[in-house]
């Protein structure tokens, strides 16, 4: 079955370490995504790539770093310069280059600091 | 700046029926979606608009204004399973999809 896969579901972690979320799919989509969901708020872009070796930075980029070495992965690491990183994090992709393609998502990370 | 409006929640009865509304500014426009989130879950998604009318697609539909920058969702025959946030998303004319913050929907018996 072609998917996204994030992992782990739930991570916790101290104050001032860094933590990688993983985000895997074998959809063969070129376009990935990283969010941050806050409770009551929309999905707020981290990073984006729209192919391998290449990303941009999305609204709220500080405090985060991503990267890009294979089309099928685009992990996340949350560094400890993020001043508040207890959130649901969302990776999506799609097929594609631009914005009007369905986006496809992972099942989420919640990460809470301790 | 780019914004979406969306209620923040609704409350709906069980077998009724719900709009949803959405309400867009954005710098161009190059279509529009809706996305159902359960709580805790990933976003699924519902629809997509890009010319104006009605998107019919069994008990959900879509319509879209682009001259008033106005879209709704609506929803029939309401199901339990229904509850759930709807999210609004707009790509601009850069091709970079905004979010709205989404729209709680209570389905009481």
Known sequence: ?114 | GQNIDQPTEMTATEGAIVQINCTYQTSGFNGLFWYQQHAGEAPTFLSYNVLDGLEEKGRFSSFLSRSKGYSYLLLKELQMKDSASYLCAVTDSNYQLIWGAGTKLIIKP
Request: glycine fraction near 8%; include cysteine; charge should be neutral.
């Open chain 1, 1 to 114: 079955d072609g998917g996204i896969t994030q992992s782990p579901k739930y991570l916790f972690r101290k104050e001032g370490q860094n933590v990688t979320l993983s985000c895997e799919q074998n959809l063969n989509h070129d376009a990935m995504y990283w969010y941050r969901q806050d409770p009551g708020q929309g999905l707020r872009l981290i990073y984006y790539s729209q192919i391998v070796n290449d990303f941009q930075k999305g609204d709220i980029a500080e405090g985060y770093s991503v990267s890009r070495e294979k089309k099928e992965s685009f992990p996340l690491t949350v560094t400890s310069a993020q001043k508040n990183p207890t959130a649901f994090y969302l990776c999506a992709s799609t097929q594609g280059d631009r914005d009007i393609n369905e986006q496809f998502f992972g099942p989420g990370t919640r990460l809470t600091v301790l």
